[in-house]
């Protein structure tokens, strides 16, 4: 592969990492891309006026993903996620105005395999036990119906994932390079390298985006489930985390867990089964320009009025967030209402608007959290409210424009997950405020690595301590708040979501893979 040798060759201070990622997406253009998510870049929809049409998802990740097609022939397999997706199943999509297209292939299993995949393992099992946020007293409680799930649900969809790639890889004379998503998907590595002879076999890169428990914690699962999820994983060539700590934790956890593997820490590698997989860590960001282009929108302009008006013109503390309990959206209502409690001068001054995107309903959890926090905001205003003044207002749907109009006008953006692979809320608030206002983050979101010099870091449980931060924000005097906010938008500029994807493609290349 006359890229790989090119990269390799390159002086590392050739350039910025951009203009060698232009480099190698040309060197990989000889190559196949296959991307494996749960979610694909687009969802269809049909009505009788407009027939079947696609809506394009929102994300950076989507952005990030579908700029490598640009360059390289590539598709996307992922579930149908409405019954339009099923019935279009399969084609060429042109995503942008150069005429290229992107092969979009709909998987569609049976409905009780999605849920059992979907709604009891991936959410909760998985989500839970990465973001340490089982109550192990009482969950999990792997039951029948849960190993019913595994069987026929998670390991079912995963060899389908497996079989569409597989299908992929051999309809291609060109090398093929498979880019996996997430923990949905874990099994889908092994799957595909036990189904493909040694010649067939792609480059694989597995990105897992949220973090990933210690040992200790995996030691909760069953063997047989943290044993195939381990033997998935260690079939990528490359596996990426957000942190540093998270490839740790994984390699740490194959050492605990997983019999006849060896593991180096420092060259980030675990050997297993005649292979190596390389473990990295590529934080993932967001997309600076896009994001600016959306900011300085119609839509938004509207918005920004709209939440002006509601909010009047008092101080505004901010959080926008999935309705999530990882996000510990409700000990920021504690917090928010302790803070009230020790420093009365913010009475009738300061408003808390937390704007929700409901998230995972599906899922028992996710409903009572929703319920709970509810509550929660109620509670504060039956306490501190006054006919004139509603401390806590929660607006619950989902509209990015409505998002980025708030994280424009707060004076506080609060970031208090309980764990986080990246957060990128954390990342878009500073560029998109307009004034210069305070980020409180969470020590234990992956963002936090890059951002703690410009935020007010603390530790996500300490209700006291975060209700401390509030009024420091609050009270912070402009210089302070000035200086802070340049140092965040200058941390999240240098390092966009296009570096996310180069590093990827520098890891391959510098692998010779
Ligand atoms: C997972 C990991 C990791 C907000 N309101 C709406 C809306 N948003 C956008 C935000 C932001 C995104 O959603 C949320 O991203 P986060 O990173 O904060 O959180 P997760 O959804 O949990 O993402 C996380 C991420 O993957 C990437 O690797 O950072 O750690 O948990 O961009 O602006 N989007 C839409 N409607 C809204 O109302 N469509």
């Given at each position: 592969m006359s890229g790989v040798l090119t990269a390799n060759n390159a002086p590392r201070d050739s350039g910025s990492l951009r203009q060698r990622c232009e480099a190698l997406q040309a060197d990989f253009s000889n190559r196949r891309l296959i991307i494996a998510a749960n979610r694909g870049p687009l969802t269809f929809e049909g009505d009788e006026d407009r027939g079947l049409h696609f809506k394009r998802g929102s994300g950076g990740l989507v952005t990030a993903l579908t700029g490598l097609p640009q360059h390289i022939d590539a598709t996307w397999i992922a579930c149908a996620q409405t019954e339009a997706d099923t019935t279009w199943h399969e084609g060429d999509v042109q995503f942008w105005d150069n005429g290229r297209t992107v092969r979009v292939q709909f998987l569609s299993p049976d409905p009780a395999a999605y849920k059992g995949y979907y709604n009891v393992i991936a959410n909760p099992l998985l989500w839970f036990l990465q973001h340490s946020m089982w109550d192990v007293p009482r969950v999990p409680v792997i039951d029948r119906a849960t190993w019913q799930a595994w069987h026929e649900g998670y390991v079912a969809v995963n060899r389908l994932f497996a079989d569409a790639i597989v299908g992929r890889v051999r309809a291609t004379s060109r090398p093929a390079l498979v880019m996996l998503q997430d923990?949905?998907?874990?099994l889908v590595p092994r799957f595909v390298r036990d189904l493909l002879r040694r010649r067939e076999r792609p480059t694989t890169l597995h990105f897992v985006h949220i973090p990933w428990s210690g040992p200790e914690y995996w030691a909760i699962l069953p063997p047989a489930m943290r044993q195939a999820i381990l033997e998935g994983l260690c079939a990528v060539d490359v596996l990426g985390f957000q942190t540093r700590e998270d490839g740790l934790n994984f390699i740490r956890t194959c050492e605990s867990h997983l019999p006849r593997a060896h593991v180096n820490y420092r060259r980030g590698r675990v050997w297993y089964r005649n292979h190596t997989t390389h473990v990295r860590d590529f934080p993932i960001s967001i997309d600076v320009e896009a994001l600016r282009q959306l900011a300085v929108s119609e839509e938004v302009a509207v918005y920004r009025s709209e939440l002006q008006e509601i909010m009047g013109g008092q101080q505004l503390i901010v959080r926008v967030d999935r309705s999530e309990p990882s996000k510990n959206i409700l000990r920021g209502f504690q917090a928010f209402e302790e803070m009230l409690e020790l420093y009365p001068e913010h009475h009738e001054r300061v408003r808390f608007l937390a704007m929700l995107v409901p998230s995972r309903l599906g899922v028992d959890e996710y409903q009572d959290y929703l319920d709970e926090l509810m509550a929660a905001a109620g509670r504060v205003n039956a306490r501190y409210g006054t006919s004139e003044w509603e401390p806590v207002r929660i607006l619950v749907g989902e509209s990015r424009p409505r998002a980025v109009a708030a994280l424009q006008l707060y004076d506080v953006l609060l970031v208090n997950a309980i764990a986080d692979g990246m957060n990128l809320v954390a990342k878009e608030g500073p560029i998109v405020n307009q004034l210069d206002g305070v980020l409180i983050l969470s020590e234990r979101t992956g963002a936090c690595q890059q951002l703690e010099s410009g935020a007010l870091v603390i530790?996500?449980?300490?209700v006291y301590a975060t209700a401390q931060a509030l009024h420091q924000a609050l009270i912070m005097p402009p210089e302070g708040r000035q200086e802070r906010a340049d140092r965040l938008r200058w941390l999240v500029e240098r390092e966009d979501i296009s570096d996310w994807l180069c590093r990827q493609l520098e890891a391959v290349a510098e692998l010779n893979l």
């Open positions: 923990y949905h998907l874990y530790p996500p449980c300490d």
